[in-house]
């Protein structure tokens, strides 16, 4: 007696073919066993299979697709019972019997069904058929009367018509995108990546999951090695998605492999690999996703949190910053170029906030690949913000967006020092809703960065700029368009006072002028850029005196000391004008080539406004202006109510006709040497009381340079740096670069002496720190109530006669008054103490000019009797009598 065939459960993992199915066994710790069985007494037609290399696969026998359609809907991941009835010797193929349980409890026979619904052909060998292979032969010829599937005769349209590879992946991308499109995964290759038909139109598609990245099987050498939990990350996709009906929307392609989102009714499995420590996220792929970033994220966070699988290892960032510094509020009052601002917060503290995960626009690299950081086209050094593509429209971006409006910030992280950099504080910022990096990456201002995939520190709307930056190099915006970038030729006229004076004339005539202040050093001293003229320039507001605030030369030795109500007056520029759009009238230069003119903001004059506020005095140079007499209002109000630089001030008390001491001219004398005469009553002179520090200082750099000399050559140089130069003397002497012409033509200015000369560059050298730092020895002053003569001939008569009486001598130095920050002197002889100006004035070479302020009336007069000798004597200025009327204004003069 025959025994019965032993009963198996298990779960039907694949359905290979219409005869044919994969059933997964029950684990016993570890991957569940795997079986292949066949149906007994039956074969199924054949499926196309994908080609492999030189061999072209033949099309599917009709009703093949119908067939595995019918057993995969039927059987995949469902549990099953079966038996065994033989196995092939040799293959070890194994055939048998699947049976399922109906919703009422009956099992039925998978093989009874197929052949009922004509998708199978029943096996007819053999003298005596078994009683089951009876009932196949009764249930086909059924089948076949009633010509059901393969028996209607119908075959044509039963065979698919498969693409088994997509020629253009991106064109096939473009057609599908954004739509959901029917599939069965027919394969799972990893955890991220699989291959289905696409229904009905059966393109044979690999898709890898868009966003994600599971453990991957490597190839080495003729060994397939996996990555730690590869294998569990593609068992755990396996059991959800082999042969499932599914939907995927396309988003983007990577090397030939599409990208896309699988939607299953049971969930996301990308979310489920993420929250199971089988997936990260990846950055460049999220880039184009569609939708579900923020759910992506969380989901790797919390297996991060909970140190899963490939996160067991992982240790989280820690942030420094208190919990009431996450988020704040505040004023944007600076961009600071093109990924960085400034903000004011409560209690007027100032706060640098980088936009977090935002690259800037970057230097161009030149044919050879180095990045161009030397001197710009005009041969002065590189400026990042005009020299740098798109540097200039990023900063320009944020300025009009920004500058003065409210903005919420949310730190992100705090980037740590490095790299000569300090501490960084990275943050989201957002106006409204926008957010501001995002909206420049859109516009191609800005890249994002790629951080490490473990690196938390980034932006908390990471891939929002990814999504962001996509757009934009699609569509070829900004740093990612194949144009040649925009260029700004910018004449920078700051210092240069041959190109001021050529530029003086033209900005003059075109009355007011817009343009934007780039930066504030003083209160009166600001840095403009003109868009219309393409010019940069330092400006003086005309019209005010300022107190002066705490600044350093280039060699970061300090000019001056903070003055009172100097700080004040600084921040009430800046905070007004800085980086806004304002208009200027140009009144004229001064001898550093600075610009000196009035500035408007709406309809501010800040001149006016400044001495509204106590920050600034009204200078006598404002009596011709238009505006004199809204400045000098406005200074009669705040003196009389004791504000700003005016506090303390003690109001004129006249008795008999008599000034108060406080007006009178209170000498305060220093000695000098007069080194250099400049031209006309311009000149450089060293102050004596630092002579023999000065000397130690200049021998023993002298003593150095000998001892270890210089390479020559080995210096470049630059603009503004102060370097050690060898004179036609043979000794090194400290001096600061003018201008760069060629390596043959380096214009310098010796700053001990006030001499210049142009030299090569071989003939300098790099001055060592130590002796940078000794503060220069000479100064520029002019001769104070003097008024120079227009002809050439006699300001050079002027010159001779001044460096013939004062060149190399000792004087007695007083400051008399400022100009636009010139220092206006006297200088009376030690020995005789003649004062020098008296003695040109009676050689008729010079004029007086008659200064207004009462305390320079005695110095003055006595200035008008020493022309009084010239004019009497017929000499130089006067030997063709007495001109003065003549030239007075009326006569054209």
């Known amino acids: 007696m025959a025994q019965p065939p032993t009963i198996h459960k298990g779960i039907v993992k694949s359905v290979l073919s219409g005869d044919s199915v994969i059933i997964r066994g029950q684990p016993k710790g570890g991957p569940p066993p795997e079986r292949q069985l066949a149906l007994s007494n039956v074969v199924a037609p ?10 072209e696969t033949a099309a599917d026998e009709p009703y093949a697709w119908e067939s595995r359609e019918f057993l995969r809907k039927k059987l995949i991941g469902k549990e099953i019972e079966f038996f065994i009835e033989y196995k092939v010797p040799g293959s070890g193929r194994e055939y048998g019997c699947i049976f399922l349980k109906s919703s009422s409890g009956e099992l039925q026979s998978i093989t009874e069904e197929l052949v009922s619904e004509g998708l199978v052909e029943v096996r007819r060998g053999g003298i005596k058929p078994s009683d089951d292979q009876t009932k196949l032969i009764e249930l086909e010829d059924q089948a076949k009367a009633a010509k059901k599937g393969k028996w209607s005769g119908e075959t044509t349209e039963h065979v698919r018509n498969i693409t088994w590879n997509i020629e253009n992946p991106r064109l096939f991308v473009d057609q599908k995108k954004g739509k959901p499109i029917n599939a069965v995964i027919e394969m799972v290759r990893d955890g991220s990546t699989i291959r289905a038909f696409l229904l009905p ?244 201002l800005a890249g994002v960065l790629r951080h490490r995939q473990d690196d938390d520190q980034r932006s908390s709307l990471y891939d929002d700029l990814l999504a962001a930056e996509s757009r934009a190099a699609k569509n070829g915006k900004g740093i990612h368009s194949k144009k040649e970038p925009p260029s700004h030729r910018i004449a920078d006229l700051s210092g240069d006072v041959s190109k001021s004076k050529q530029f003086l004339p033209f900005l003059q005539r075109a009355g007011r002028s817009a343009a934007v202040v780039e930066f504030v050093a003083s209160g009166s001293r600001i840095r403009l850029y003109l868009p219309k003229e393409t010019c940069l320039l330092t400006f003086l507001l005309a019209g005010i005196s300022c107190p002066r605030v705490k600044t350093f030369n280039p060699a970061g030795t300090q000019i001056s000391e903070d003055e009172p109500m100097g700080a004040e007056a600084f921040a009430m520029s800046k905070d007004m004008i800085l980086q806004r759009e304002v208009e200027v009238e140009f009144e004229s230069i001064d001898k550093g080539g600075n610009f000196v003119g009035w500035l408007f903001i709406g309809n501010i004059n800040l001149s006016v406004y400044l001495v509204e506020k106590g920050l600034a005095k009204v200078h006598f140079s404002a009596e011709k202006s238009p505006y004199f007499k809204a400045l000098q209002n406005a200074e009669e109000i705040v003196k009389a109510n004791r504000q700003g630089v005016w506090q303390g001030y003690v109001e004129e008390v006249r008795e008999n006709n008599t000034i108060e001491e406080s007006t009178e001219r209170k000498p305060t004398y220093k000695k000098v040497i007069v080194t250099e005469i400049i031209r006309g009553t311009d000149f450089w002179a060293q102050h004596i009381d630092n002579a023999k520090a000065f000397e130690q200082m200049q021998q023993q750099l002298r003593t150095d340079l000998v001892d270890n000399p210089p390479l020559p050559g080995a210096l470049t140089p630059r603009k503004g740096e102060l370097v050690a130069s060898l004179f036609l003397d043979g000794l090194w002497y400290r001096a600061r670069i003018e201008k760069v012409e060629s390596s043959e033509k380096v214009h310098v200015l010796y700053v001990d002496y006030g001499n210049r000369e142009i030299i090569q560059s071989t003939k300098l050298a790099s001055l060592p720190s130590n002796y940078a730092s000794f503060p220069p020895q000479a100064r520029e002053y002019t001769l104070a109530c003097l008024k120079v003569p227009q002809d050439e001939d006699n300001i050079e008569d002027l010159t001779r006669a001044f460096a013939k009486e004062a060149l190399n001598k000792e004087f007695s130095l007083n400051i008399e008054y400022r100009v636009n920050g010139q220092e206006f002197v006297s200088l009376t002889n030690v020995d005789s103490k003649q004062d020098l100006a008296c003695v040109l004035l009676a050689y008729g070479v010079v004029l007086v000019e008659n200064r207004r302020e009462k305390r320079l009336n005695k110095l003055v007069h006595d200035y008008n009797l020493a022309q009084d000798i010239a004019r009497k004597a017929r000499l130089n200025l006067w030997r063709y009598g007495d001109f003065t009327e003549d030239d007075a204004p009326e006569f054209g003069g």
């Open 46 to 55: 054949r499926l196309s299979k994908r080609p492999g290399g030189n061999v």
């Open 201 to 444: 139109t059966f393109e044979y598609v690999t898709v890898s999951i868009t966003g994600i990245k599971c453990p991957q099987f490597k190839r080495e050498g003729d060994e397939e090695v996996a990555e730690p939990y590869a294998m569990e990350a593609k068992y755990f996709t396996d059991c959800r998605l082999l042969q499932r009906e599914i939907q995927i929307i396309f988003e983007g392609v990577s090397n030939q492999n599409l990208l896309g989102t699988i939607i299953h009714p049971a969930g996301n499995i990308a979310e489920l690999l993420l929250s199971e420590g089988f997936a990260k996220c990846v950055d460049w792929s999220m880039g184009v996703l569609t939708v579900g970033h923020e759910k992506y994220r969380q989901a790797e966070k919390f297996a991060k949190e909970k140190k899963l699988r490939i996160w067991k290892d992982y240790k989280p960032s820690t942030t420094l910053l208190a919990i009431k510094d996450k988020e704040f509020h505040g004023k944007v009052v600076e961009i600071v170029n093109g990924d960085a601002i400034v903000v004011k917060v409560s209690g007027n503290e100032l706060k640098k906030v980088f936009f977090s995960s935002l690259r800037p626009p970057r230097a161009q690299p030149k044919d050879d690949g180095v990045v161009e950081n030397g001197p710009s086209r005009d041969g002065k050094r590189g400026r990042p913000l005009y020299d740098i593509p798109y540097m200039f429209e990023a900063r320009e971006f944020l300025r009009k967006k920004l500058i003065g409006k409210k903005v919420n910030v949310i730190v992100d992280y705090i980037k740590p020092p490095g790299d000569g950099y300090p501490e960084r504080l990275c943050a989201t910022v957002k106006i409204g809703d926008i957010n501001i990096a995002e909206a420049m990456i859109s516009k191609g």
